[in-house]
Structure formats: C-alpha cells, structure tokens
C-alpha cells in the first residue's frame, strides 16, 4: 500500500480529491473503533476506500461481518448432594445449545456461503467444588452476510431462547463488525482489477472472505 501510494505521488498525477493513506497499528480488536476514530478525529471524508489487508494484492469484493453476543443462564446454587435444592445452570446452557442448533439463520451467500452461529467460550460459576452452578455465560459469534443486520439476528436469538423456565436467560450485544460487498462492476473494482493486471500480468480473479475487517465500517 505504502509502495501503491509512492507510485501515485512520483507519477505527479493530478487528482480530483485528496488522496489518504492511513496506517493502523491497532491490529485485530473484533471491532470498528480505530477506523472510526481515524476517519472522525482526522475529519475524513472519502468516496472510495481500499483496505489493504490480507488479500495477497487480490481483490476481494466482499467479506462476512460478525456480530459477538452474550448468553447468561441463571438457574439457583446448592450443594452438590442434594442437586434436587437448586437449578442447574449448565443444564439450563445445554438447553440453550439445543434451541440455537435448531435455529434457521437464512439463506446462503452465493459467494460467501451460509452464515454460521458458534460458542467460542463457555464458563460458569460460583467456582466451589461440591457446587451446583447458578450461573452460566455463552459467548457466541454470529456471522453475517451482506444484507442481514446485527439486529435482527440478535432478536432472533433472543425469540429463540425465550419459555426457558425455570431458568432466566439474558441475551446481551458485543463487538459489532459490519459485513460488505461490492459489485464485480464497481468503478473502485475495476480500477483494482487492471491496476493488478498492469504490475503483475497475472490474473485477475476476485475473491470473497469469511473474515470480518473494516471494510464493512466503510459501506455502512
């Protein structure tokens, strides 16, 4: 990218709009808080914007969002002896597995497949031995496909886990990444496709990316 830019400002081209090259050095943090920041403390505005990252200089026109949320299972501790005296909250997540497997998460993606809801962590408490668990936190991270809205997918979630009794189950948002897409057709798609062409006489095939980056933040 760096290289990109020294070509463009050696070449003395005159541009109709200003041109930024931005560096984050933020990493990966799941959401779109630095590119924010940037654009909003720097008071950028933009028409096109490429983001450079992971690509192996293909052009990608189009990647998953992804949207974290939080499910905690309430049931009431007691002592391991008597497990009838209290509500399991680990049984009350088993429950909560089984409703989200059987929940419809919409039609695939033709480039991008089908959407996918996974647990990445599990864990309960209070953590005694001898201890039946009142409390059970699920952390989910539910891919989105270009058109679905964070929303939405959250209240279904929510209307899937509902009648739970005698559990309570509470349905929170996390970090929020927006999915995107960009037309083969786009005029910032076809520059990239020739630009590409031009250096490396390769091809230029076009790609599209489960992963959820900053691209979609760009589009929303």
């Known amino acids: 990218m760096i290289g990109a830019a020294g070509i463009l400002a050696r070449s003395r081209t005159e541009l109709r709009a200003p041109f930024y090259l931005v560096v984050s050095l933020a990493g990966e943090t799941g959401r779109h808080d630095a590119a924010s920041y940037v654009l909003e403390h720097n008071q950028i505005r933009v028409r096109y914007g ?36 209290g509500i399991d909250a680990i049984k009350g997540a088993r429950r909560v597995m089984d409703k989200l497997d059987a929940l419809a998460l919409g039609p695939a993606h033709p480039h991008l497949g089908a959407t996918t809801l996974t647990p990445t962590r599990i864990e309960s408490g209070p953590p005694i031995s001898h201890t ?12 989105l496909l270009p058109g679905q809205e964070p929303q939405e997918a959250l209240e279904a979630i929510r209307a899937s886990l509902g009648g739970l009794e005698p559990w309570t189950v509470e349905v929170t948002p996390g ?11 786009a005029a910032i798609a076809e520059a ?4 590409r062409a031009a250096i490396s006489k390769g091809s230029t095939e076009v790609f599209y990316l489960p992963a959820s980056l900053d691209a979609g933040f760009l589009l929303a």
């Open 192 to 195: 990239l496709q020739a630009a």
């Open 50 to 85: 490429i983001v450079g990252l992971g690509t192996c200089n293909r052009v990608c026109l189009g990647n998953k969002g992804r949207i974290d949320i939080d499910v905690v299972v309430r049931g009431k501790s007691c002592h391991s002896s008597t497990p009838w005296a």
């Open 132 to 143: 039946i668990q009142d409390v059970c936190r699920i952390v989910l991270d539910r891919r």
């Open 175 to 185: 970090a929020l990444m927006y999915p995107s897409e960009v037309a083969p057709g």
